[in-house]
């Protein structure tokens, strides 16, 4: 009997505990279903344990995602906590694990599902079969840089300052992931960067290009990105993976979002190196935010907890059987036409949070029968 599964359940703030009711449902059904079982345990993250503990990390959490295979978080955030000072903000929360895990490499696919590709405010035969993944450096950059700061000048002005900086290995280590990842799929990457402006992205182009001849079977091509912002919403099916650094990563995987039609759908993986035991720091959320205008009225679409959930599966347990499942019941569901609100179009049917859940748990039944 295979030891069970160690989950950390880190629900946030927001809509972030109501989707992650209906991922709880799906691995409900797969602990019945399924060889797997999955012990759960729940900590808190963002505003929630600022209300509850004063800190948008604390200790207990990190241990317990230290101690655990895999997390799976919902989102942090919301008015209520903005007036705080800068250091205990949720977002803190947020940053503090992804660095406390060592979480470098962020994957974010942007995947047009046929039913949805009308709801994208680009034209359908830009964005229709659209699948790119866009791998975001997550722990470096100016997001982490010092000398880092906000002076006072003495003179009645202030000045403030962040600080760009990337070490070879740190290119290295993500460029690897991309084409590691490019390699399972189209074999293309595109590095993007600012070398026409910033030393630090003249360093990431030269290194990224040193980890390409490593990788002979990749086509690595270089965009700014200014130019690749622009190329997004012009023609994106042209990327395959993108890579770039922590900021630029964060802009571009917004854009990218949108030409899904829905921030609803969108799941993210940012996972850490793997040690000597093959064991691999993991966190699992949705791209979109904790949505505070809609949440507690069971409207929110679950499906990108629920596909976060699948990605999950798939990098953290290679359970790829089972990830596939979870995103067939998705893609038939959105095919028997259920929508929330989010993604509702005309002549579909808006169901709640709860419904869009029972629907998963229903196709997974049939697709399991
Ligand atoms: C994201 C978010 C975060 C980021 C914020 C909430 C700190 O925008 O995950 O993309 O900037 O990384
Ligand atoms: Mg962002």
Known sequence: ??????????????????????????IDWMDQRRSV??????GLIGGAAIDETGVPLPE?????????????????????????PFEV????????????????????PAIVFDALADAS???????????????????????????????DLGDGNRKGFNTLTYTTPEIHRIGRV??????????????????????????????????????????LSHM???????????NPKQFDVIVTTNMFGDILSDCAAMLTGSLGMLPSASLGAPDESGRQAALYEPVHGSAPDIAGQGIANPLAQILS????????????????????????????????????????????TEVMGDAITKELDKLAA
């Not at 009997?1 to 799906?26: C, Q, S, W, Y």
Request: hydrophobic residues 40%; aromatic residues 6%; contains cysteine.
């Open 1 to 26: 009997m295979p030891a069970n599964k160690k989950l950390l359940f880190l629900p946030g703030d927001g809509i972030g505990p109501e989707i992650m009711t209906e991922v709880r449902r799906v």
């Open 37 to 42: 079982t999955f012990d759960i345990t729940e």
């Open 60 to 84: 207990e959490t990190l241990e317990a995602a230290h101690g655990s295979d895999a997390v799976l978080m919902g989102a942090v955030g919301g008015p209520k906590w903005e007036v705080l």
């Open 89 to 108: 903000q949720p977002e803190r929360g947020l940053l503090g694990i992804r660095k406390e895990l060592g979480l470098f490499a962020n994957l974010r």
């Open 121 to 151: 405010t680009l034209k359908l035969d830009v964005v229709k079969g659209l699948d790119i993944m866009i791998i975001r450096e997550l722990t470096g950059g100016i997001y982490f840089g010092e000398p880092r700061g906000i002076e």
């Open 178 to 219: 991309a084409m590691d990842l490019a390699a399972k799929r189209n074999k293309r990457v595109c590095s993007i960067d600012k070398a026409n402006v910033l030393e630090t992205t003249v360093m990431w182009r030269e290194e990224m290009i040193k980890v390409g001849e490593e990788y002979p079977d990749i086509e």
């Open 224 to 234: 700014y990105v200014d130019n690749a912002a622009m190329q997004l919403v012009r």
């Open 309 to 352: 959930f699948s990605m999950l599966l798939r990098y953290s347990f290679d359970m790829f059987e089972d990830a596939d499942l979870v995103d067939q019941a998705v893609q038939n569901v959105l095919d028997q036409g259920l929508r929330t609100g989010d993604i509702m179009g005309e002549g579909k049917t808006q169901v709640s």
